[in-house]
T-cell receptor, first 112, second 114 residues
Framework: GNSVTQMEGPVTLSEEAFLTINCTYTATGYPSLFWYVQYPGEGLQLLLKATKADDKGSNKGFEATYRKETTSFHLEKGSVQVSDSAVYFC???????????FGKGMKLTVNP | DAGVIQSPRHEVTEMGQEVTLRCKPISGHDYLFWYRQTMMRGLELLIYFNNNVPIDDSGMPEDRFSAKMPNASFSTLKIQPSEPRDSAVYFC????????????FGPGTRLTVL
């Protein structure tokens, strides 16, 4: 079945550090890929998405590129801020499916 | 513009009691999803509706759980009787049409069953 594997956390970084959160997926066909973020005490919100191979999603300084050859969708940010402290979820939707498959999430803490 | 609204935000109850969680989706959205989040299992989809009709309830743990959507602006998730293992954060999310996977989540209801 479809699945998403994220790197284990939690991760603690200093402000302005470079961030990479790894995400790989298993799916048939061509899924759409997503990153959702959950700030403390809140529900998840969509951060960025990519719907086909080589697409790059970007938002709020975060980027992720859909790599079909490596079945990956790693999240990157060049300089993190304290306000980026949150839990980050990678997710996929099989083509035409109305259901998202989420990874387990990775907690990021950014210290000043 | 109001987002997804859930109530209550926190619920503490005793084992065996009935619990009802409520959700108001974003106006105009035609999909509604109920999720459960725990440390052990992560985020699980319980059930989802399209145009008020349940489409897939395969994630509902057992017969103690039921969900309804009587109209486009209201949904409930009921647990009867509740058990300690039901303790979790329950999220409602909504989305629209071809953007079904771009879901807007509510703030969640933290349920504790003693």
């Amino acid at each position: 079945g479809n699945s998403v594997t994220q790197m284990e956390g939690p991760v603690t970084l200093s402000e302005e550090a470079f961030l990479t959160i790894n995400c790989t997926y298993t799916a048939t066909g061509y899924p759409s890929l997503f990153w959702y973020v959950q700030y403390p005490g809140e529900g998840l919100q969509l951060l960025l998405k990519a719907t086909k191979a080589d697409d790059k999603g970007s938002n709020k300084g975060f980027e992720a590129t859909y790599r079909k050859e490596t079945t990956s969708f790693h999240l990157e940010k060049g300089s993190v801020q304290v306000s980026d402290s949150a839990v980050y979820f990678c997710a996929l939707a099989q083509g035409g499916s109305e259901k998202l498959v989420f990874g387990k999430g990775m907690k990021l803490t950014v210290n000043p | 513009d109001a987002g997804v609204i859930q109530s209550p935000r926190h619920e503490v109850t005793e084992m065996g009691q009935e619990v009802t969680l409520r959700c108001k989706p974003i106006s105009g959205h035609d999909y509604l999803f109920w999720y459960r989040q725990t440390m052990m299992r992560g985020l699980e989809l319980l059930i989802y509706f399209n145009n008020n009709v349940p489409i897939d309830d395969s994630g509902m743990p057992e017969d103690r759980f039921s969900a309804k959507m009587p109209n486009a602006s209201f949904s409930t998730l009921k647990i009867q009787p509740s058990e300690p293992r039901d303790s979790a954060v329950y999220f409602c999310a909504s989305s629209f049409g071809v953007h079904v996977n771009e879901q807007f989540f509510g703030p969640g209801t933290r349920l504790t069953v003693l």
